[in-house]
């Protein structure tokens, strides 16, 4: 079964689904999602692997670059933007600096239209149609390119919406409303973009199912902690599957018999045990040093209004859906005191340390903690001295100081019942054909661009870390 043969006109079309879990698609959902589950069983399919760290920001520009979070310089949403203690700056498209997919296509002359790719704000030259991400502060900003694009958006659907604002929320009902909404516009855009020009690369994700489960987890998942049994809640992020199934069989519609369709997500979703208060931990052991403890009379505080004692200090952290590690080393940071001779064992006595420690009874949850040259082809920007996945990734990292505990059960940022997971999902169809429905195993997310590249024709650059998903299978796909 030859999957790249020579096609009079090929074109792609990549329809991200950020966060969608194979689990759900492909067995508790699957008899609800009438075209995905076709697609899955016409053509092929698998979970797929994302980066560490399995994290929107970089992941999707892992994906549609082909290189690495090292290689990118990019460790998360927000990275330090220099070696002082406190600054951190959001990764935009201005960050990225590595040739994605529709800057290597543009190159040949083909056309592509891209919507909601997260990394993709503020917008950049292309042949063809940009929309930006969910990095997009408004419909204020310039978020198209062509620069008059946004105002037949406007045209079409009113103001745009890029992201729910404060989808960490107790109030539900308007949560699911939102998100419902706009869904509803972004596919209503993606129809307008297709019937604009033709394409020959289309990429589009969708950050709404990602916002919807980490609102929604508690009530679909009867192992979850804070599992709530006949909410009215309880099939909100499966009729938000069905309506993503649905906008998708829209989608479908428009593209011809030439058109190769990928479903891929940046990684998958998992419920929440609850959150480890790194900087508490790291207080405890000895690493943080503080001059003076924190006023918590109106709960837990930042970690940048905190009094540290730098010159005692070791290390501090930040929170997120993973936990990111520093070290105040002599030489890099202003008040360094680590000997860099010493970081490697100091590293490796945390690690030890870190993947030891159990959920608040004591019992092992399975930590993990990787350290960026081992992990990366190359180390550029500043990363992390460790990465660190509480309870592989089931914890939640918290940076917040003044719990007076290591764990809790809740999000310092507001509602959150879910986290990421390390695997996504990969669905390939191709419409001119069945491809019996066969499942692949050990699909990275690194080897979508160079396989796109292979259907379109142009050359895998030398550079991409991953082959085409072909060069896997003997004798190809």
Not at 286 to 312: C, H, I, M, Q
Request: hydrophobic share 35%; glycine share 10%.
């Amino acid at each position: 079964m030859q999957l790249f043969r020579r096609r009079r006109k090929p074109r792609v079309a990549i329809i991200g689904l950020d966060c969608a879990a194979p689990e759900l698609v492909f067995e508790r959902y699957a008899h609800h999602l009438p075209n995905l589950t076709a697609l899955r069983q016409q053509g092929l399919y698998g979970r797929l692997t994302s980066v560490t760290p399995a994290i929107t920001v970089p992941a999707w520009s892992c994906m549609m670059s082909g290189k690495d979070p090292g290689t990118l310089g990019i460790y998360g949403f927000r990275n330090r933007s220099d070696y002082s203690y406190n600054a951190l700056s959001v990764a935009n498209a201005d960050t990225v600096r590595e040739p994605r997919l529709w800057d290597i296509v543009s190159r040949y002359d083909k056309r592509c239209a891209v919507l909601g790719v997260p990394g993709t704000f503020p917008p950049s030259p292309i042949n063809g149609d940009m929309v930006s991400c969910f990095l997009t502060p408004g419909a204020d900003a310039q978020y198209t390119y062509p620069a008059d694009l946004r105002h037949e958006i406007e045209r079409w659907v009113g103001d745009y919406t890029f992201d729910v604002k404060g989808f960490r929320t107790h109030d539900k009902a308007w949560l699911r409303e939102q998100l419902q909404t706009m869904t509803r516009q972004h596919f209503e855009v993606a129809r307008r973009l297709i019937e604009r020009h033709e394409f020959d690369l289309f990429a589009m994700v969708e950050i709404g199912l990602d916002r919807i489960q980490h609102g929604f987890w508690r009530y679909m998942d009867d192992t979850h902690r804070l599992y709530e049994r006949d909410s009215p809640f309880q099939d909100a992020i499966l009729d938000y599957y069905r309506l993503l199934d649905d906008e998708i069989g829209t989608l479908l519609s428009r593209f011809d018999k030439q058109t190769h369709v990928f479903i891929v997500s940046d990684h998958g979703a998992k419920k929440m045990d609850g959150g480890i208060c790194l900087n508490e931990w790291l207080i405890r052991q000895g690493y943080l040093v503080l001059t003076e403890p924190p006023d918590t009379t109106t709960g837990a505080v930042r970690f940048d209004t905190l009094n540290v004692d730098w010159s005692k200090t070791r290390a501090w952290g930040e929170g997120g859906y993973y936990g990111r590690l520093f070290l105040n080393v002599r030489g890099r940071e202003p008040q360094g005191v680590v000997p860099p001779e010493d970081c490697a064992a100091l590293l490796a006595e945390m690690t030890i340390k870190l993947e030891a420690l159990g959920d608040e009874n004591g019992h092992p949850i399975g930590t993990r903690c990787f350290q960026p040259q081992e992990i990366y082809q190359q180390v550029n920007g500043i990363p992390p001295d460790l990465l660190i996945y509480f309870g592989d990734l089931s914890w939640r990292s918290i940076g917040t100081v003044g719990w007076g505990r290591i764990h809790i059960l809740e999000n310092d940022t507001g509602p959150d019942d879910a986290n990421h997971a390390q695997q996504g999902l990969f669905i390939y169809n191709d419409l001119g054909r069945s491809l019996g429905g066969s499942e692949l195993f050990d699909l990275h997310l690194m080897q979508i661009a160079p396989t796109v590249l292979r259907l379109l024709g142009i050359d895998v650059p030398a550079d991409m870390q991953m082959p085409p998903i072909d060069d896997l299978m003997p004798g190809g796909l």
